[in-house]
């Protein structure tokens, strides 16, 4: 695709429910990343994927979290027995190589609510 | 703990106003870069700059890094209503990949 695309857009859970978050990067991108957003707030740093290297998951607040990337390509993030606190948007990025002049290309985010 | 602190969080000006916003760290970064996000949209990237020292103009926006690559800053000269949302510094963490935000400055232009 021409983006980075994030799937489902929105999604309300009961909470305890486990959620699956899906991201598509552009085609050839090496890197992804996901990040948390709170309303209003930054990016806080989840996991970062870079090639066939074992992923950064220094992020991850609590082992109720993990993250797949399948083939090099496709991320889902899984979040098992939500938790309110857990709402929030979920971005996911992808970029072509890892360096400094690299850019991240955003998707549109997953906006997760427990209720 | 915030690795990157913004400041200031909020700014509301009136158009035309001058307004700087800082990005620090005690961190050194390979790289450091500057986004905006709109509403219900993922951050786009507006700059980035990666050498010690480095200033970068993108039309009415000067973006700096600091000598020793921990700091930058984000000046607008004479702001207006479309230069409005939240921007947020990223920082490549040296010798990493890993890119870490600011936790933003939420910029409001009044017409």
């Known amino acids: 695709g021409a983006g980075v695309s994030q799937s489902p857009s929105n999604k309300v859970t009961e909470k305890g429910k486990d959620v699956e978050l899906r991201c598509d990067p552009i085609?050839?991108?090496?890197?992804l990343y996901w990040y948390r957003q709170s309303l209003g707030q930054g990016l806080e740093f989840l996991i970062y994927?870079?090639?066939?290297?074992?992923?950064?998951k220094s992020g991850l607040p609590s082992d109720r979290f993990s993250a797949e990337r399948t083939g090099g390509s496709v991320s889902t993030l899984t979040i098992q027995r939500t938790q309110q606190e857990d709402s929030a948007v979920y971005l996911c990025?992808?970029?072509?190589?890892?360096?400094?002049?690299?850019?991240?290309?955003f998707g549109q985010g997953t906006r997760l609510t427990v209720v | 703990t915030q690795l990157l602190e913004q400041s200031p969080q909020f700014l509301s000006i009136q158009e035309g106003e001058n307004l700087t916003v800082y990005c620090n760290s005690s961190?050194?970064?390979?790289?450091l870069q500057w986004y905006r996000q709109e509403p219900g949209e993922g951050p786009v990237l507006l700059v980035t700059?990666?050498?010690?020292?480095e200033v970068k103009k993108l039309k009415r926006l000067t973006f700096q890094f600091g000598d020793a690559r921990k700091d930058s800053s984000l000046h607008i000269t004479a702001a207006q209503p479309g230069d409005t949302g939240l921007y947020l510094c990223?920082?490549?963490?040296?010798?990493?990949?890993?890119?870490?935000f600011g936790q933003g400055t939420r910029l409001t232009i009044n017409p």
């Open positions: 990025a992808s970029s072509l190589f890892p360096g400094r002049n690299t850019e991240a290309f």
């Open positions: 085609s050839g991108h090496t890197a």
């Open positions: 994927f870079q090639g066939n290297s074992a992923p950064d």
């Open positions: 961190s050194v970064f390979s790289s």
């Open positions: 700059v990666v050498t010690g020292g």
């Open positions: 990223a920082g490549l963490i040296q010798g990493a990949q890993k890119l870490v």
